[in-house]
Every structure is written in structure tokens, then in C-alpha cells.
């Protein structure tokens, strides 16, 4: 099955800093990367995901980039804000398959200090 | 708003005893899954659904069952809790075919004693 590690596994920064999170997955016939935010006693949600065709995405003040031949994933936060503070899950998929079969990361805890 | 409603919400229950969890879409999606979450673990995949009578195992499906009996409605049972199956249940749905993008209800957390 497909091996995931997403680092770190904390991330504190200040207001208005950047955030870098890396996903790392085993299985090449992964096709579609997408990055989850869960806020305290909610499910996760998407906030941005890519394609295999594409290298790079960006969605505001989120942007996703990723390495094929290298097999990882990244999401980067600009100017960090508070309401950003969330556990982020990355989840490499592989679509088209019966149910599109996703594994996530163990998640990365966010905190932004004001 | 993915219209998904997980009942119930929070759940305290002894070793033992059979415990079933729903959940109901409005959606008319045709694939649904089962999720547990656990500290350090992320969500692994317990059971999932690719149209009514449909269902298949995922990575962490042992002492667990499923029925979907209506597109709607993915029910996950518990046969006999244990208290290893202390977790945050979250079921989700897949969008619009081929994106992959998968929505999450609120979640059910269930205490076994």
C-alpha cells in the first residue's frame, strides 16, 4: 500500500511568517495531491489540491507544489494569520481507480502566534 | 455544506455491546467511506461504498461491518466494542466523479468503556 510521512509534525510561527508543510509518498501511480485543514471538533476540508499534469498551484495566500520524479508534496502558507492555526492532512491519491483510493499523512498541528 | 449528517455526534458505550454509527447524504453520491482518526494516525480508511449493496474493506477494517441499503445512508457496526475502538469516526463522501476531492461529515466520537 502507499507509504505517506508528512513533516513536521508541529509547526509554530509567528503572525505573518511562512508555513511549509512536506508530504512524501511511495506509490507512483499516485495522481492527485490534495491538502486538508481541520479545525478543532470539525472534519477535514480541501483547501487546495493539484493535479500530476501541473508542478505548481496557487489559491491566495496557499500554494501547492509538487515533485513527481521525487514523489513529494508541498503546501506553503504566506502571511500567516491566526484562523490559520488547523491541523493540515496531506492525502496522495490514486483517481480513477473503483473509489479513488486516498492515505493520509498523520497530520501537521499549526499554531500562529498573534 | 457536502449535506452529510453522522448521528450520533458522541457516543459512551461498554466492551462488548453492539454500537452502529450512520451516515446520510443528500447528495446522491455514489461513493461513501468510513474514516477512523486517532491521535498520531491521521484517517484510515475502515470500510467504503461504491453504490447501494456495494461496500469493500479498507486498511483497518477488522471488527467492523458496513450495509448501505440506500444511496443515502452508510451504516458502520461495531459487532462488539472493544475499548481499541475508542476513536473520532468520520464518514465522507467523494465529488463529482474523477476529482478524488473527498467531503467529511462533522465526525462521531465514541467512548468504549
Known amino acids: 500500500g502507499e507509504n505517506v510521512e508528512q513533516h513536521p509534525s508541529t509547526l509554530s510561527v509567528q503572525e505573518g511568517d511562512s508555513a511549509v508543510i512536506k508530504c512524501t509518498y511511495s506509490d507512483s501511480a499516485s495522481n492527485y495531491f490534495p491538502w486538508y485543514k481541520q479545525e478543532l471538533g470539525k472534519g477535514p476540508q480541501l483547501i487546495i489540491d493539484i493535479r500530476s499534469n501541473v508542478g505548481e498551484k496557487k489559491d491566495q495566500r496557499i500554494a501547492v507544489t509538487l515533485n513527481k520524479t521525487a514523489k513529494h508534496f508541498s503546501l506553503h502558507i504566506t502571511e500567516t494569520q491566526p484562523e490559520d492555526s488547523a491541523v493540515y492532512f496531506c492525502a496522495p491519491t490514486i483517481r480513477n481507480t473503483n473509489a479513488g483510493k486516498s492515505t493520509f499523512g498523520d497530520g501537521t498541528t499549526l499554531t500562529v502566534k498573534p | 455544506d457536502a449535506g452529510i449528517t453522522q448521528s450520533p455526534r458522541h457516543k459512551v458505550t461498554e466492551t462488548g455491546t453492539p454500537v452502529t454509527l450512520r451516515c446520510h447524504q443528500t447528495?446522491?453520491?455514489?461513493?461513501m467511506y468510513w474514516y477512523r482518526q486517532d491521535p498520531g494516525h491521521g484517517l484510515r480508511l475502515i470500510h467504503y461504498s461504491y453504490g447501494v449493496k456495494d461496500t469493500d474493506k479498507g486498511e483497518v477494517s477488522d471488527g467492523y461491518s458496513v450495509s448501505r441499503s440506500k444511496t443515502e445512508d452508510f451504516l458502520l457496526t461495531l459487532e462488539s466494542a472493544t475499548s481499541s475502538q475508542t476513536s473520532v469516526y468520520f464518514c465522507?463522501?467523494?465529488?463529482?466523479?474523477?476529482?478524488?476531492?473527498?467531503?467529511f461529515g462533522e465526525g462521531s466520537r465514541l467512548t468504549v468503556l
Open positions: 447528495e446522491n453520491h455514489r461513493y
Open positions: 465522507a463522501i467523494k465529488g463529482l466523479e474523477g476529482t478524488g476531492e473527498l467531503f
